[in-house]
């Protein structure tokens, strides 16, 4: 069978889930606020023009981080955390080569708790293992910080409803460091559909399929494998659902209610842990390849899929389908979109403009001109200069911390980083239950129709 047929019957079957989806949803609790407790849609905190940051975590993307924020005026990296002291003192070592004075350096499985409770830091920024993830940035707002964690930002209901009522409590800014959004075409796809180019977006599709054998010894104790070992559902979620949930407005104006997931047995990671230990793996949980469907509360879906074993090229999938156009990421970038969505100049150079078949590359090109974002207008060369999965990474860092400097709501907040991670808890539920439907909740608890659509800070 082609696989866009098993695709097909795959997807059939789930809106079949989907169709009955009252007789079997599972529930999933929302606590309740306590008294006096608010929402933080939109935060915005006392403006602080020099950020002295604290970095816990200094492996692959810690080491990163550090490079890229030496590069930002107005941020201070006061203090270094890592299990290994080589690597904070290494990290110390690129903050000499750039001119920055030497950070206060911590080591040790416990040293995380010295930083967050350090006096003279606004900012914990945690690149940890994921099993760290939330208790860090739990304890740092209770520490008075604001909080920039990895993704995913929790990995249970449990840790994702603590994160959100310490954020709501202390009033302290926690940020889920999702760099995808920040990608060059997906912001200036955004922003095309925020203009309506693409007409009413009614589904958006993402994924992480990445073939991670070069990587998997490159995990500090091989705890990512591990993860996967002990774990079955969507466990790295949010590079698929960032880019999808902003274009479809997730709880600024539209809320996820329920998922339907399905998975492959496990082969692939199975079958490498023998090869590099001789192990018989037959505990494996998660699949090699999982995918998920979401439904919202206005009627629009959502399609995230996982795979890191899998002999394939790198995708992230994107996709936007609206009502007037679409927009595609990969295997080919591009556009579809008729004359009449175009624009008058656009349509009378090019006049074989239609919506069943991408816009030239010339087209292309004016489209990411004319719509590019202007959140990066004044920074995206210096963003491809620094780095960091093409300047997105950059773009990510320096909007966070310009959005500090002067007191504005960030880009992203605590319930996009709740949304975009829930995936790994519930998906585990819906695949443990024979691809139950199982229920969204609202993380925002009623606070979803206060806004009307994604905003960016100017």
Excluded at 132 to 150: L, N, P, T, Y
Excluded at 192 to 203: N, P, V
Excluded at 305 to 312: G, I
Excluded at 366 to 385: C, F, H, Q, R, S
Aim: with cysteine; proline share 4%; aromatic share 8%.
């Amino acid at each position: 069978m082609k696989s866009s047929s098993l695709k097909i019957l795959l997807i059939a079957f789930l809106l079949l889930k989907i169709g009955n989806v009252s007789a079997q949803l599972i529930k999933t609790k929302a606590p309740k606020r306590d008294k006096g407790q608010t929402d933080v849609l939109r935060l915005a905190t006392p403006a602080i023009p020099v950020v002295h940051v604290a970095i816990v975590g200094l492996g692959m993307r810690g080491t990163g981080a550090v490079e890229r924020i030496t590069h930002i005026p107005g941020v201070e990296i006061v203090a270094l955390c890592d299990m290994v002291e080589a690597r904070a003192n290494a990290a110390n070592d690129t903050l000499v080569k750039h001119g920055k004075p030497k950070a206060e350096v911590f080591f040790g499985e416990d040293s995380w708790k010295k930083v967050t409770a350090l006096k003279n830091v606004d900012l914990v920024y945690i690149v940890t293992d994921w099993k760290h993830h939330a208790s860090i940035a739990v304890q740092a707002m209770k520490d008075g910080k604001h909080v920039a964690v990895e993704v995913p930002g929790a990995l249970t209901m449990k840790e994702i409803w603590e994160i959100i009522d310490t954020s709501e409590k202390t009033r302290k800014h926690c940020m889920m460091l999702e760099n995808c959004v920040y990608d060059f075409f997906e912001l200036t796809t955004l922003n095309m559909a925020q203009q309506g180019l693409f007409g009413e977006i009614l589904h958006a599709e993402g994924s992480y399929i990445h073939g991670l054998q070069p990587y998997w010894g490159n995990y500090w104790n091989n705890w990512r494998m591990d993860y996967n070992r002990k774990h079955r559902g969507d466990v790295y979620p949010t590079h698929g659902m960032g880019p999808a949930c902003l274009a479809l407005n997730i709880h600024r104006g539209d809320k996820m209610n329920f998922l339907v997931s399905m998975d492959t047995k496990a082969v692939g990671n199975p079958a490498f842990i023998k090869e590099k230990t001789g192990e018989v793996v037959t505990d494996f949980r998660n699949g090699d390849h999982t995918m998920t469907m979401i439904r919202t509360e206005k009627g629009k879906t959502i399609q995230i899929q996982h795979d890191v074993t899998s002999p394939r090229p790198y995708s992230r999938m994107y996709q936007l389908s609206g009502t007037k156009g679409f927009a595609n990421k990969y295997p080919v970038e591009g556009y579809a979109i008729d004359a009449k969505e175009a624009g008058g100049e656009i349509s009378k150079n090019y006049q074989n403009l239609n919506a069943e078949e991408f816009v030239s590359e010339d087209v292309k090109k004016i489209l990411m001109e004319k719509y590019k974002n202007p959140i990066v207008k004044d920074i995206e060369e210096m963003a491809k200069k620094v780095g960091g999965h093409g300047g997105m990474d950059f773009i990510m860092d320096y909007r966070m911390f310009h959005c500090l400097q002067q007191g504005l709501p960030l880009d992203m907040d605590v319930y996009d980083l709740a949304e975009w991670s829930c995936l790994s808890p519930l998906t585990e539920i819906s695949l443990d239950h024979n691809s139950a439907p199982v229920e969204i909740p609202d993380f925002t608890r009623g606070g979803w129709q206060k806004l009307n659509t994604v905003e960016f800070s100017k």
